[in-house]
């Protein structure tokens, strides 16, 4: 694989560390974004149930959209006509972008894979659609993503070493077709993609074929996808033990906060993931005490907050007994305080996290995290 000279186009600045922690800012046009960092998934240009404003005071510095959905509706051509992304969703900070390579394998209708791309039927209308790595650059760019992602193959689990193989070179050819596609300007950048699926030697190859192209910023892909938590921890140990110290290092689609935790201890820097936002849409919460399904019937004539520790605005204003009566009546605010929460849970835990990496104390916060989550939440603190 040949080295693609190019401008590094984002600033990632390694503050400390801690063990495999690291504390970090990614600096891009729209912004920093302090990390260890969680960024809330916008998947259609819109948090779910939240408004930008209500993302933003969560802590949310920087969100994640997807090429596939704005593909098809309402096209990346009509939002750049809008004036970009952040223009078109009310929302100033960063924003990074999947390439749609998943959402193609997972919704799409009659794929059709080739070395070229992917030509597909939308599961909206039915209408054909071609997806190659220069075409998912090149919405990324009409979208104004700060950070733009590698077109790849998710590899199918399960997966035969070989067909694992054949997925992941595949991905590496189209990394370096995304990384010759995207043009390199201040504050924008592009990710490349760790593939392999749940072979460890073929993981590290993949990242150091990646190395060699020289991207911003560099992402594991393929992993919580049925796996089980021992063997995608293993993968991400195989993974980062060989992406390069001073460029971002992102997680895709992971996870709850213990996978976070293990995953900051391993050196992950960024972070997305459906859970908070889906799980508040189906009343279900997490506190420094583990989760809860405010549809039990434990919570109807409990006063205290969610979790007494959370200053959000379902924790504040409401006890459980309130938003318990929300869910089992089916009412909107219900969705709308409970994913409000999910999302400053979120928040809160990756700040309580940075501070740990800067006082040189993470070991002893992921045992008290630990702890903590296994405790009884009936019990008082």
Not at 9 to 16: E, I, Y
Not at 154 to 180: G, V, Y
Request: aromatic share 6%; net charge neutral.
């Amino acid at each position: 694989m040949r080295r693609l000279g190019v401008t590094c186009s984002l600033k990632f600045t390694l503050l400390a560390t801690d063990g495999g922690a690291r504390l970090g800012r990614l600096s891009t046009a729209h912004g920093d974004i302090d990390t260890p960092a969680f960024m809330p998934v916008g998947t259609a240009a819109t948090v779910k149930a939240m408004t930008p404003e209500a993302v933003a005071a969560t802590g949310a510095q920087m969100i994640l959209s997807n090429t596939y959905h704005l593909m098809l509706r309402p096209g990346a051509e009509a939002v750049e006509r809008l004036g970009g992304l952040h223009e078109f969703m009310n929302w100033p900070g960063p924003i990074l972008t999947d390439s749609g390579g998943f959402q193609v394998m997972s919704l799409a209708k009659l794929c059709k894979m080739s070395e070229k791309g992917v030509v597909f039927q939308s599961h909206i209308d039915g209408s054909s659609h071609e997806l190659t790595p220069e075409r998912a650059i090149g919405i990324q760019r009409m979208l104004d993503s700060d950070v733009s992602m590698a077109l790849d193959e998710c590899t199918p689990f399960p997966a035969t070493e070989k067909q694992a193989k054949d997925s992941m070179e595949l991905s590496m050819r189209w990394a370096e077709r995304s990384k010759e596609a995207f043009k390199a300007r201040p504050g924008y950048g592009v990710f490349g993609i760790v593939q392999g699926g749940m072979y460890a030697d073929l993981r590290r190859r993949s990242a150091e074929i990646l190395q060699g192209m020289e991207f911003d910023g560099y992402a594991v892909g393929g992993l919580a996808v049925g796996e089980g938590r021992g063997v995608m921890l293993e993968m991400l140990d195989a993974s980062t033990h060989v992406l390069p110290q001073d460029k971002p290092r992102y997680l895709m689609g992971v996870g709850k906060p213990d996978d976070l935790v293990a995953a900051v201890a391993r050196g992950v820097d960024m972070f997305d993931c459906v859970i908070p936002t889906r799980s508040g849409r189906t009343s279900q919460v997490f506190t420094r005490r583990g989760p809860l399904n405010l549809r039990n019937a434990r919570h109807a004539a409990d006063p205290r907050p969610l979790d007494a520790q959370c200053s959000c605005p379902a924790c504040l204003g409401h006890g459980r007994a309130y938003l318990h009566h929300l869910e089992k009546s089916g009412e909107i605010l219900g969705s709308m305080l409970l994913t409000w929460h999910n999302l400053h849970y979120y928040q809160d835990l990756m700040r309580e996290m940075r501070a740990a990496i800067g006082a040189g104390a993470f070991a002893a916060f992921a045992r008290d995290f630990a702890k903590e989550q296994a405790k009884d939440d009936r019990e008082e603190p």
